[in-house]
């Protein structure tokens, strides 16, 4: 790492988010200069109004690439074109995509990525472990009963803080530019054995059930869940969780010299912080 890269700030998009404010602490702690690009940073930033993105570009070096909701969704390759381009065109000379592992469209995103003509790394990520305990399968944990269209097809849950890890890796060191890394946890577990290892560890009963992918987005869509949230969680629930990622990567091992966190490590540690006992 450079003295020019040290003193260049990092932006986060996303620096809110599960993986976002994971790197965003690890920055600070560094003394790294890093801007968080959120809705509610005092600059703000919105993948929604491209007024938003050339503000928090000013005197920025480094990009880490986190779009929301999800690569997959309908027009994400053209808008994260549009802010890498521009983003270039302001003086970034490194861009760090987190990506997702077994999503097809993603890689539209990720092949603009490589070909701006500055360092890239791409951060090909399985199910984050912390979708239990921070996002929307927490409330189905607390209520004892989490309903899924997903059968017995493995997945390899990689924690949030792995990814964080690996991302400021590639952000502020060299020997990362042009690598593409596959970030899984160290073993597969369906969803109805992470279920009874978060159990175990809670001492609390919880079920997995497992229901068809009509019944699922009826039940989203009862809710009140938007249509296009209930599409990309069918999409996400169903179509990647065809067994395409049945299968370990190395992208930890490689980028950090050391095993990733396994699950069991995530379920025990999480419970104790108490975020899934009952009130």
Do not use: C
Not at 129 to 152: A, H, I, K, W
Not at 217 to 232: F, I, S
């Amino acid at each position: 790492m450079t003295n020019e890269r040290e003193q260049q700030t990092i932006l986060v998009l996303g620096g809110t988010g599960k993986t976002g404010r994971r790197i965003v602490e690890r920055l600070q702690e560094s003394g790294v200069p890093v801007r968080v690009g959120s809705r509610s940073a005092g600059q703000p930033f919105d993948w929604a109004d491209r007024a938003t993105w050339a503000p928090v570009l000013q005197g920025v070096g480094t990009v880490y690439v986190s779009y929301y909701p999800d690569l997959a969704v309908p027009g994400a390759p053209e808008t994260v074109g549009a802010f890498t381009e521009l983003a270039v065109a302001s003086g970034v000379s490194r861009l760090v995509l987190l990506s997702g592992r077994g999503e097809d469209e993603a890689q539209a995103s990720e092949k603009l990525i490589q070909s701006a003509g500055v360092e890239w790394t791409i951060l090909r990520s399985s199910w984050f472990s912390q979708n239990f305990s921070e996002d929307y399968l927490l409330e189905p944990v607390l209520g004892g009963e989490v309903v899924l269209p997903v059968g017995n097809v493995p997945e390899p849950f990689v924690d949030a803080d792995d990814i964080a890890e690996v991302a400021v890796a590639a952000l502020t060191e060299d020997g990362h530019a042009g690598q593409v890394y596959e970030l899984t946890g160290p073993r597969l577990l369906t969803f109805a054995q992470a279920i009874a290892e978060i159990s175990t560890a809670t001492g609390q009963r919880i079920e997995f059930v497992q229901v068809s992918s009509a019944d699922y987005a009826d039940a989203l869509t009862a809710d009140g869940v938007p249509q296009g949230v209930v599409e990309l969680l069918m999409y996400l629930f169903t179509t990647v969780l065809d067994g395409r990622n049945a299968h370990l990567g190395d992208g930890v091992q490689r980028a950090l010299g050391r095993q990733p966190r396994d699950f069991a490590d995530y379920a025990t540690d999480t419970a104790a912080t108490g975020i899934w006992d009952k009130e």
